[in-house]
């Protein structure tokens, strides 16, 4: 047994077990993080020097304000210890409790604190079918069996199952007049640390204290440091209980030093964002059941038809040198239960091989939307770890806006994850109002996003840092790390702003580069803008900060591409030139030896490589990130009648018979891929309306999201859109309204603070009794849940999205609110309470929501469309569209037509990507 004295990480007693040295074990039975211990560590250790003959500040002082700065609380709050472990003890001590309600499973040490201190431990089960999340279902049926207990116990994350603590729960059991205990041990690997924190309120809380190691983040378990924060009055008496010159002079002195390194910490919580699916991921291909989790640890349970237990898999593991926890040694979890710690790429690779051998299985298929399939038609590729180095970086620029560089940068993302590296996107500035909202609901650029998706991670902010979402009049909402900070004019922002943003985007880009193998840069326009240059933060003084090479990409569909390209670097610098390694032509269209002559003539003019001539690609159905790419794909302005579609006399008539769906095309759309699915749907057709004698008579109209839905409004009294739309509505038509199009349907947006409007009332449709007041704030969530909308087929059809709003309604009469939805983050599920949203009429003919990507919802999707019709008397269709399997093909579709026409090889050498062996 590994766990002799309880716990994990014991290469004493596996030396003795399994026979070989403890430096030999690849230890994942212990949760460190593997990219510490910091810098900072071995710095503080060569300075102490002398210190070791001088006793410890026996108050740690120093420490102690450190945090109480950190935290922005009081000194006489905190109280720091040897490790979370005497804490948890002095705790006990101090409160006394003669019962203690501790979930099962959690850390052993909650209990065996409680019963040295005479008192009795009362386990909470944790059910496994709701995958071991403390829930307020958990915490009532305790009480109502065990009665009021004198002290709760509970980890936020919770070890070993990596399942945060609702803190809404935790505060509600503290105002009824609970003692709680909350092990915040984990919680710092969280990107979301500071607003799941219970710090500030243990301050205020006389029956609340929170506990915190040092010593998992900052992967310094020999030196053991921790702290409490709570009410002075209990920390007080806990530190009266403590034994004096608790903490050693050395672990202090750490415990400073470590607080000062912040980057440290952002590059660990981009580590785990990534690595934590890829290893969760690759267990369950294994046919474990992994239990979900938010922590830097994976708790999983072997199937029944394994014929193992923990004990026997942690057996063959550690004769193997590789350990894991045996689970199945916490109450409340079965003999199948084990846990692991997440460790840097190749540890992990090396775990689910042991794994593999041990259980002697074959993977199950990977799927695609979680991950790129990889490439077996070419060969993988690979980086040195990135504990080596920073991660290669490519770039792709641009002649102009809209040649191709999202897609071109996407499909190299694709490519390369399919090749076997760790890929990322970076684009440090972005300008669209397309936004995609991240798992920790942060707001980004949709083209980083998608690009995230093609690499199969999850996005986060750093891959697009400061993202710019124009407002009018040449204004822009600047989001920083997916947060508003502000709106800006464009002079103001280049003058007030940029030299602040330098920074940002260089440590962000740092970050990435720490976690992956190649980062995929792109920039935006031109580099050739020489109005801007001296200030560039995405083109090309990004790419020298990267230390990336540039592929300059032209669009040949628009003409003058030699121009283009020619012209473009005569005006860049000659260090600029230098950093120009090869040129790509996009969206070509006819016979490729034709355009022979002009490549050979621009290689010989410029002394640059064609790297490649990429052929347009038809209907690839990936996002568009602006309205550019929106006004070149509409269709008409006004429904074409039949026979007058430009196609054969069958298409024609076979178009006639679609369901004719208008979207309102506001000046200021944003996220109009929410339509996208509908042009892929077989009885759909799709046209953008811009003014009232367009409208006709359509079978819907969509009031799609706006930036700023009352000046949206405004414009649509006054080109007479909005009495046609009205009229059509009142008239028995089927509308409906997403985000900003939702807002414009109920009486009346006020914007008394001027967030999104000069005008401070503007009235609506009038269609249902609510209100939008329009506050600072921004929502930004991932949501889930279902949908019964009157007269649809289909009850509690499943949803998913995110929203991006800063309105807030309120209804002056009761609504029907046909959504039932929780946020939703990773791990964090347990914390969300479910709410009702949206809007229908009785009928269900008009409705909306402030979910965006409701319609990527295929089940939801088409019980709207079978709704309409039914309204013209036409039988229903299946759900036979499935588009985000639609759209990972299309990942794949991209990446294969980009292989066969770019010199891939060349470009891998470019890099720095060297080929394996």
Not at 104 to 120: L, Q
Not at 155 to 179: I, W
Not at 590 to 600: F, K, Q, V, W, Y
Request: net charge negative; hydrophobic share 40%; proline share 7%.
């Amino acid at each position: 047994m590994l766990e002799q004295y309880g716990h994990g990480g014991d290469l004493l007693t596996a030396q003795r077990l399994f026979g070989s040295n403890a430096g030999e074990f690849l230890d994942f039975s212990s949760n460190m993080n593997p990219l510490g211990p910091p810098q900072a560590v071995f710095s503080a250790i060569a300075a102490f020097g002398a210190g070791i003959a001088r006793y410890p500040d026996p108050a740690s002082r120093r420490l102690t304000a450190r945090l109480a700065e950190l935290h922005e609380i009081e000194e006489p709050n905190v109280l720091i210890g040897n490790g979370a472990a005497e804490l948890i003890d002095l705790a006990v001590r101090a409160l006394r409790p003669e019962t203690a309600a501790v979930p099962a499973p959690s850390f052993s040490e909650y209990g065996d604190a409680v019963r040295k201190a005479g008192g009795t431990a009362v386990p909470v089960p944790l059910r496994a079918d709701n995958g071991f999340a403390v829930d307020e279902a958990a915490v009532r049926h305790a009480m109502e069996t065990h009665g009021k207990p004198s002290l709760w116990f509970f980890g936020s994350p919770n070890n070993p199952t990596g399942r945060l603590t609702d803190p809404k729960l935790v505060r509600r059991l503290a105002d009824e007049g609970h003692t709680v205990v909350l092990d915040e041990a984990f919680i710092d690997f969280l990107p979301d640390a500071e607003r799941l924190t219970l710090i500030r309120s243990a301050c205020k809380t006389p029956g609340l204290i929170v506990l915190r190691s040092m010593t998992k983040l900052y992967a310094v378990p020999g030196i053991r440091v921790g702290y409490a924060a709570g009410h002075p009055d209990t920390i007080a008496y806990m530190r009266d209980l403590q034994v004096p010159w608790s903490v050693n002079a050395l672990a202090q002195a750490i415990g400073e030093a470590v607080l000062d390194d912040r980057p440290f910490v952002e590059r660990t919580v981009a580590w785990l964002q990534g690595e934590r699916p890829y290893l969760a991921e690759r267990l369950s291909r294994l046919g474990l059941r992994v239990i979900p989790g938010a922590a830097n640890f994976i708790l999983f349970e072997l199937p029944p038809e394994s014929g193992m237990s923990a004990a026997d898999l942690q057996r063959e593991m550690g004769r193997r040198g590789v350990l894991i926890r045996d689970a199945s040694r916490f109450d409340g979890l079965g003999a199948g239960y084990c846990r692991v710690a997440v460790k840097l790429r190749a540890d992990n690779d090396r775990l689910v091989e042991t794994l593999k051998a041990c259980l002697g299985t074959n993977p199950q298929p990977e799927e695609p939307a979680n991950r790129a399939a990889p490439n077996t038609a070419k060969p993988a590729y690979t980086a040195a770890p990135n504990t080596a180095r920073p991660a290669r970086t490519l770039m792709i620029q641009g002649t102009a806006s809209d040649v191709g560089k999202s897609i071109l940068t996407t499909a190299l993302c694709r490519i390369f994850a399919q090749d076997g590296l760790r890929a990322a996107p970076f684009k440090s500035q972005n300008m669209s109002l397309n936004s995609y909202v991240t798992w920790d609901g942060k707001e980004i650029g949709v083209a980083q996003g998608m690009q995230a998706d093609a690499c199969g991670i999850p996005a986060v902010t750093d891959m697009n840092p400061i993202l710019l979402k124009p407002t009018g009049h040449m204004a822009s909402q600047v989001v920083v790390h997916g947060v508003p900070l502000r709106d800006y004019d464009a002079r103001a922002y280049r003058e007030q702003y940029l030299a602040e943003a330098e920074p940002i985007v260089k440590e962000a880009l740092a970050r990435l580069r720490s976690a992956y193998d190649v980062v995929v840069l792109e920039g935006a326009g031109s580099p050739a803008e020489v109005n801007l240059k001296d200030r560039d933060i995405v083109n090309m003084r990004m790419a020298g900060w990267a230390e990336a090479p540039v592929l300059l990409v032209a669009d040949i569909d628009r003409g003058g591409v030699f121009a283009s390209i020619v012209g473009t670097m005569d005006i860049l610098e000659p260090h600029e030139r230098d950093r120009v390694a090869g040129f790509i032509v996009n969206k070509f269209r006819g016979d490729a030896s034709l355009l022979a002559p002009g490549i050979e003539w621009l290689e010989k003019r410029t002394g640059k490589p064609v790297l490649g001539v990429i052929p347009h690609l038809d209907a690839l159905g990936l996002e568009d990130e602006d309205s550019l790419s929106l006004d070149a794909r509409r269709r008409g302005t006004g429904p074409v009648p039949p026979g007058q579609r430009g196609g054969t006399e069958a298409e024609d008539a076979a178009d006639g018979q679609k369901l004719d769906i208008a979207v309102i095309r506001l000046p200021r759309i944003s996220n109009f891929t929410d339509f996208d699915p509908l042009h892929f749907e077989p009885d759909a057709s799709v046209r953008y309306v811009t003014d009232a004698e367009s409208l006709g008579e359509p079978d819907a109209v969509v009031i799609p999201g706006s930036k700023n839905a009352a000046e949206d409004m405004r414009f649509l009294r006054g080109s007479g859109l909005a009495d046609a739309v009205d009229r059509y509505a009142r008239g028995g038509g089927a509308v409906a309204g997403l985000c900003g199009g939702y807002e414009m349907m109920g009486r009346m947006l006020l914007d008394p603070d001027g967030v999104e409007s000069g005008h401070t009332e503007t009235a609506g449709f009038g269609w249902f009794p609510f209100r939008v007041c329009f506050g600072r704030s921004k929502r930004t969530v991932r949501v889930s849940g279902t949908a019964a909308v009157p007269g649809w087929a289909g009850d509690g059809l499943p949803v998913i999205g995110y929203e991006i709003h800063m309105g807030r309604i309120t209804y002056d009469e009761p609504c029907m609110q046909p959504f039932a939805l929780k946020e939703t983050s990773t791990g964090t599920e347990a914390c969300a309470e479910a709410y009702r949203e949206g809007v229908s009429s009785p009928d269900g003919r008009l409705w909306g929501t402030f979910m965006h990507g409701v319609l990527h919802n295929d089940d939801f999707r088409r019980s709207w469309l079978n709704a309409l019709r039914r309204a013209k008397g036409r039988p229903p269709l299946p759900a036979s569209l499935r588009f985000r399997e639609r759209r990972e093909a299309a990942f794949d579709r991209l990446a294969e037509h980009v292989r066969r026409h770019l010199d891939l090889p060349r470009i891998r050498a470019i890099a720095g990507l060297e080929e394996k062996a």
